[in-house]
Structure formats: structure tokens, C-alpha cells
């Protein structure tokens, strides 16, 4: 799990927060940011541990890494991969802090930047491949289609990186597996993997491994919380704590923050009670430190804090605010921001890499924490031991609650004032009103990673699944509305098929089938017909099972579709005439006549012309049957053209002139001009120049007047 919270280490400045589940992001220089009215905000002060202490000998090793030369450079040629500096060590052993020291030192080397993920998710378990990719994909500014599979999200980061000078920064890494499909083909890019034991399987990788601090190093530890005082008058007591400590940077940090907790207190007193915290039977003697050192932190804690401290892993992503807190716990804001304050400076939270967020009112928002990944698992087995399942759904609640309540603001903020959704979140509280659309963009771009990864979170519990459903579609509403269909899209594709997992767990046929036509409909504009045409075959028999009849309408026109896609006329016409029995059959014309002229052209590609102009003849007459002139003209103008490649275009031009009539009557200027270019050109085919030049110079007149 990620230490570098506890291990003695800072950020560099290039490199960037990174939510649970692998997210992650571009480079960026936040040490303050600019508040919406041009007043600056500094960010947090770091927590006592601003640097690292000792691994001097290790930094230096890690830098003549990687000029050494690789196994596969010793004929003198040059690589072709991505050098790859291993950090491996124990959850608790600085490693994340030795690697961000490592990429402070390396960053002006680097001008494309630092890249950085988290390859294991909040609950211990590897995070997905695709979702990682994904996600630096995102970073370098390179789209990915929505849904595209591992192997072609690693090949397009591999040609977005290649010919850059990056630093690739891969934590908590739980395997070769999860690291390998990362590595670029990019000779100038250096990859720094920190995990707990070796890659196997990827060659030439240079290992560092870590063991404990030194007892100087880890005395300075100490000394940065107890102050030099308690350190100079009983030495041999410091060098105890950090031998019981065993150097571990996590454990010394959690020991400093008890002690600075208790200025009055000795390094005798603290070594007193070190020893007198029991330990499970059956821990290892490495894993010791830590659970003794987050013991005595933990049991000092007041009961209410405890309990704050326990629901913050419930957090998505293990980033935590006041609000967030307070919604967990059931306590007020200022309750929960105290105690998030009390726990960082006690080194159990660390403040987040963008520690101030904006909040949804426009004021300085409150500072966020997570938790360290090397505390996170104690923490989980402390609010399972410790609270009622009951309680922690409702824990949960409370919180997706409040994540839906923000979402709906958000959305509603990308209306125009005084529409109903705008007066609606009026009445919300202050603290859930966005002053602006474009704070309201800003928040949500800033918390999407956090915000998808809820939506996960809660559909993997599986006990809320109607508050997923809510948050769900309140996300999806609102990326939507502030970012469009095709920016959307990827994360759109995530979350229809996290409301495909719960329709099939709830058996809920309708939104099994709603998410099947959403997923085939982002299959289809990538291009993954195959896979399009299995879910809208899904969808249609969800829909029947549902008696969702616009659904299966919606399905069947989509099948034939797809089948038009792939040049099998006879069965795009066959499943269109389905869909057209069913608008029919509920009497919905408008759609039915386009159901006509969609059956029309089928049969006109593939060259069936007498059914062709049947059914475009039919779509024609329902259209007028619906007063829809713009629709009778177009579907004239389609039997016109069908009618020429028919090989009787006297009696085209007839009906392209009758549908000029009807256009004209219905002011539709563009497809006015488009009907006279479509009569010059016919009238040139059968030898009237005059009167082609005519309708050209009109029709041309009328697409400078409607350029659009």
C-alpha cells in the first residue's frame, strides 16, 4: 500500500495526486492556487516530516541506475524500452518518499513532466489495467475510445509517449502483471515502479530494496516532532524507540506524532508505552512496528475521533474533506474538520496534494486528507471490529447523499438562470450551491476521478443499490450537461456498465436494457460492431421481458442499423420492418415514416427498386398524413433519386419538382437548395442545360443565405 504519507517524504512539485483505483494525472505546480476572486490561497503547511531523512546512499544508487548500462545495451546499441527503477519494500518503509525525493532531484531532466499512478485500489486489490491506462491517456491530453480493451489502451500510451522525456511514477504496485503493459517504448522515459517485492518477468530492472532507517535518520524523525530538547537530554532512550521501531519511517512518524500530542511527556514515557501495546499473536516481526505504533496513536484518540478516523476509509479514494467526514460520521463540519486536523498532525492523514478544495459556494473550501496506504487496511479491520454492519451502510448513505445533492447543483448550474432546475437548487443549503456554471465545471473536473470512483465503490457494496442507481444517473446527467456526448463518452462508457451490473443483480429488465443500448451505442461509434450488435440483441430481449415498448423499438431500429453498417441489406430492411410493425401498431407516425424511407433505402443499396419506391412512396404519404412538410419533401426527394437510378428520370425530375413545392411551403431553406443542386444535375442528364443553371444558381443563392 502507499506510505509516503508516513515516511518522512514530500511531493515534488511535478508530481500529482492520485485517487484510489489507479487514477491518474498530469503534471502540475500547485504549492498555492488562485481563489475566483484573484486573491491567493496557500496551501496547507506539509505535515512535520517535509523531507526525507537518510536514504542518502540509496538516492545515489537509484541516480547511477540509470546511467549504468542495460542488459540490452552491452552490444553498444541503444534500448528500446523505458529504463525501470524498482523501490520495493513494506508497506511503512518510506518507499513512496524515497521515490517522490528521487523525482524531486530528477524533474528538470524530464521537461514532458511526471506522470504518476497507484496500481493497487482502496481495497488492497489490483486496480484495472485499462482503467490506468485510461487515465494517463488522459493526462497526456490523448483521447481513447470509450471502451477500448487493455491491449489497445497500453498500445496507444506507448504512441502517446514515445519521443517524449517523462517520468512514468507507478505506486504500490502489486505485481509485474500490472506494470508491464504500462512500460513505454520510449528509450528517453524513465518508468520508477515502487512496490513490495520484485518484477518478474520484465528484464533489467534495477532494484532498490529498502530496509529500515538508520538510527540517526530515524532519531531526526523523532526530533522533528518532540523537538531537539527531548532528544539531547536522553539519547540512548531515542535510539531505543527507533530500534523498537524498528526504522520504519510510518511507525517513528506515528511514535513523533504521540509524542508532540503530549509535550510534558518524555522519550522514556514514550518508550513505556510502545511496550506496553499488545499485539495480535501471530503478527510478523515486520509488520510489529507499525501495528504497535498505530495502536498507541490510535487507542489515545477520544472515542469520537476514533470513530471519524475509522469512516474515513469509507472515502472515495481515501480522500477525505470536513463535509465528507461530517456526512460519514453523522457530526457537524467543523466537528469532523477538527478532528481531520488533529489526525494529520498526529501523522494518521496527510494532507492532500490540492489540500484546498474549491467548494461548491465559492469560498475557500476545506482541506482534504487521505489516509496512507499503509494504514488503510488497519483501519478497515478497526471499523469492521468495531462498527455494526447497519451502521456502516448508513455511513454510506449518508455520504452518496450528499454526492448526489452536489451532483444535481452541479448540473443544474449548466441551465440558464431562472430555469425550474436553477430555482430548485436555490433552496439547497449554501454549502451545495455552485455561484457559477463555471465553478460548477471546475468542481466537477476536479473531483471526477473521486466521483467515479464512488459510483464503483457503491456498486461493488451492493447493499445500496438504489442510491447507486440515483448516483449514477446524477453523474451521468451532469457530465453530460458540462461536458458533452463525445468528451463524456469514456466516462459515460464506465458508468453504464456499472448500472448494467446492478440492472442483472436486481433483475431489473428496463435498465438492463437502458444500459445495453447505451453501452452498443458507444460500441458502434467506435467502430466494435460485433460487440454492438450482441448488446442491442440484449437490450431487445431485456426490453420484451420489461414491455418497454419505446426500448424495443429503440433496439430493433438500432439492429438494423448496424446490420445497414455492415452491408446486409436484406436484414437491416428485415429488422426495420420490425420496428416499423411497432410504431405502427402505436400508432406513432412520425417515426413510422421514417422507418418507411430507412426501409426504402435499404432496398434501394441493395438494388431492390420496386420495394424501394414503395416504401419511400409510403413514407411520403405518412408524412403528409402527420402535416410534416419538411418530412414529405425529404422523402419526394429520396423517391426522386431512387426513381433516376430506376432508370426512369423524366419521372424523377417530376417528383423532385413536386417535393420542391412542398419544401418551399414548408421554409426549409437548406433543404430547399439541396432539392434545386439534385434538379440541375437531372436536368443536365437529360440535356436541358437552361433550365439546370437556373435551379443551380437558386439552390447555390439559398446555401449562401443558410450556411449551416
Not at 41 to 49: E, K, Q
Not at 98 to 108: C, D, G, Q
Not at 473 to 494: S, V
Request: charged residues 25%; neutral net charge; hydrophobic residues 45%.
Amino acid at each position: 500500500m502507499r506510505d509516503q504519507a508516513v515516511g518522512g517524504g514530500q511531493r515534488p512539485p511535478e508530481a500529482t495526486s492520485r485517487p484510489a483505483g489507479g487514477a491518474a494525472t498530469a503534471p502540475s505546480r500547485r504549492a498555492s492556487g488562485p481563489r475566483r476572486d484573484g486573491a491567493s490561497v496557500p496551501a496547507p503547511a506539509a505535515p512535520p516530516a517535509a523531507r526525507i531523512a537518510g536514504r542518502r546512499r540509496e538516492l545515489k544508487a537509484l541516480r547511477a541506475d540509470i546511467e549504468r548500462t542495460g542488459l540490452d545495451t552491452l552490444t553498444g546499441r541503444r534500448g528500446t524500452r523505458s529504463r525501470v527503477l524498482l523501490i520495493a519494500g513494506r508497506p511503512g518503509s518510506g518507499r513512496t518518499a524515497l521515490a517522490e525525493a528521487l523525482l524531486r532531484e530528477l524533474a528538470a531532466d524530464y521537461p514532458d513532466g511526471v506522470l504518476s499512478a497507484t496500481l493497487t485500489g482502496r481495497d488492497g486489490e489490483p486496480a484495472a489495467t485499462d482503467a490506468i491506462a485510461r487515465e494517463l491517456l488522459d493526462a497526456l491530453g490523448t483521447a481513447a475510445p470509450p471502451g477500448a480493451a487493455e491491449d489497445e489502451l497500453s498500445e496507444l500510451l506507448r504512441g502517446a509517449l514515445a519521443g517524449r522525456r517523462a517520468l512514468l511514477f507507478l505506486d504500490d504496485a502489486p505485481g509485474a502483471e500490472q506494470v508491464e503493459p504500462l512500460l513505454p517504448d520510449a528509450p528517453d522515459c524513465l518508468v520508477v515502479v515502487v512496490s513490495q517485492g520484485p518484477l518478474t518477468g520484465i528484464p533489467d530492472v534495477r532494484p532498490c530494496t529498502l530496509g529500515g532507517l538508520d538510527a540517526a535518520a530515524a532519531v531526526e524523525i523523532l526530533a522533528r516532532y518532540a523537538g531537539p530538547t527531548r532528544i539531547t537530554v536522553d539519547p540512548r532512550t531515542a535510539d531505543s524507540v527507533a530500534e523498537m521501531c524498528a526504522g520504519q519511517p510510518a511507525a517513528l512518524v506515528l511514535a513523533g506524532g504521540w509524542l508532540a500530542d503530549r509535550p510534558k511527556s518524555s522519550l522514556a514515557d514514550l518508550y513505556q508505552a510502545l511496550a506496553a501495546v499488545p499485539l495480535p499473536e501471530g503478527l510478523s516481526s515486520g509488520a510489529r512496528p507499525l501495528v504497535r505504533a498505530f495502536r498507541l496513536a490510535y487507542e489515545a484518540l477520544p472515542p469520537p475521533a476514533a470513530r471519524i478516523l475509522r469512516l474515513t476509509v469509507l472515502a472515495p479514494g481515501c480522500l477525505v474533506d470536513a463535509p465528507t467526514a461530517s456526512a460519514l460520521a453523522g457530526c457537524s463540519v467543523s466537528t469532523a474538520g477538527a478532528a481531520l486536523a488533529e489526525f494529520a498532525a498526529l501523522g494518521l492523514l496527510r494532507p492532500g496534494q490540492d489540500p484546498v478544495d474549491a467548494a461548491p459556494d465559492g469560498a475557500v473550501g476545506h482541506p482534504r486528507y487521505r489516509v496512507p496506504g499503509c494504514l488503510a487496511p488497519l483501519l478497515r479491520t478497526l471499523l469492521e471490529d468495531c462498527e455494526r454492519p447497519t451502521d456502516i451502510q448508513l455511513a454510506r448513505a449518508r455520504m452518496l447523499q450528499r454526492t448526489v445533492r452536489l451532483l444535481v447543483s452541479c448540473r443544474a448550474m449548466s441551465e440558464e438562470p431562472g430555469s425550474p432546475a436553477r430555482q430548485k437548487v436555490a433552496g439547497l443549503p449554501r454549502s451545495l450551491r455552485f455561484p457559477s456554471r463555471a465553478a460548477a465545471a471546475d468542481w466537477l473536473r476536479g473531483r471526477r476521478a473521486v466521483l467515479l470512483d464512488a459510483a464503483r465503490i457503491a456498486v461493488a457494496d451492493g447493499e445500496l443499490d438504489t442510491l447507486d442507481r440515483r448516483l449514477m444517473a446524477a453523474l451521468t446527467r451532469t457530465l453530460l450537461a458540462h461536458q458533452g456526448p463525445e468528451a463524456a463518452a469514456p466516462d459515460l462508457y464506465a458508468l453504464h456498465r456499472l448500472v448494467l451490473e446492478v440492472a442483472e443483480r436486481r433483475r431489473l429488465p428496463r435498465e438492463k436494457a437502458a444500459a445495453l443500448l447505451n453501452l452498443a451505442d458507444l460500441d458502434a461509434q467506435a467502430g466494435r460492431t460485433a460487440a454492438a450488435l450482441t448488446r442491442y440483441r440484449g437490450a431487445l430481449e431485456a426490453a420484451r421481458a420489461a414491455g418497454d415498448a419505446v426500448a424495443t423499438g429503440r433496439a430493433l431500429e438500432s439492429l438494423g442499423g448496424m446490420y445497414g453498417e455492415l452491408g446486409d441489406w436484406q436484414r437491416a430492411a428485415d429488422w426495420y420492418g420490425r420496428a416499423l410493425e411497432l410504431r405502427l401498431a402505436r400508432g406513432e407516425r412520425a417515426d413510422a415514416a421514417r422507418l418507411h424511407g430507412r426501409i426504402g433505402g435499404a432496398h434501394a443499396q441493395a438494388g431492390r427498386w420496386d420495394e424501394a419506391l414503395r416504401e419511400l412512396r409510403a413514407a411520403a404519404r405518412t408524412y403528409r398524413r402527420a402535416g410534416d412538410l419538411a418530412g414529405q419533401a425529404r422523402a419526394a426527394g429520396e423517391l426522386a433519386r431512387v426513381q433516376e437510378c430506376a432508370g426512369t428520370p423524366e419521372e424523377g425530375l417530376r417528383t423532385a419538382l413536386e417535393a420542391l413545392e412542398t419544401v418551399r411551403k414548408a421554409g426549409d431553406g437548406p433543404l430547399e437548395a439541396a432539392l434545386r443542386l439534385r434538379i440541375a444535375d437531372t436536368l443536365e442528364r437529360l440535356g436541358d442545360p437552361a433550365a439546370a443553371r437556373l435551379h443551380r444558381a437558386a439552390g447555390e443563392r439559398l446555401l449562401e443565405d443558410h450556411p449551416d
